[in-house]
């Protein structure tokens, strides 16, 4: 799998997060997201999309990483988005009910919207 990280297109103070392929269980997967989530939460990041698109399987424990990082960004003020989550990969976070504790977005563009349209309408 491969992680890339980006700032947000609408906004600079969203930060990206793309993940690439399979995520499967090891150094180059789930302990890879882990470390780059944690990373940005321990740097001072609010605000996360975690754009899905490119993404064709993550292992359970993959999820479990977005709600690690889901409630430490929430404990300080934050928020994780999901977006374009399609395949297995939506089947999956579906099937264990992660869209009814994440934001899911159509598109990385919708999530880093709706990170704007809150910080306007509070």
């Known amino acids: 799998m491969e992680i890339t990280v980006r700032e947000g297109s609408t906004d600079p103070e969203v930060t990206v997060v793309e993940l690439l392929g399979e995520m499967d269980i090891g150094p180059t997967g789930v302990d890879r997201f882990h470390q780059v989530l944690d990373g940005l ?3 001072g990041e609010r605000r996360i999309v975690v754009d899905l698109a490119q993404a064709s399987y993550i292992v359970s424990r993959g999820f479990g990483q977005m709600l ?4 430490r960004l929430r404990t300080r003020g934050g928020d994780l988005r999901a977006a374009a989550a399609k395949g297995a ?3 999956a976070a579906s099937a264990v009910g992660l869209d009814n ?3 899911f977005y159509e598109t990385a563009d919708e999530a880093l919207q709706s990170f704007v349209d809150e910080a306007r309408n509070p």
Not at 68 to 71: D, E, I, T, W
């Open 41 to 43: 939460v321990e740097a």
């Open 68 to 71: 690690v990082a889901l409630a």
């Open 89 to 91: 990969v939506w089947a």
């Open 101 to 103: 504790i994440i934001k």
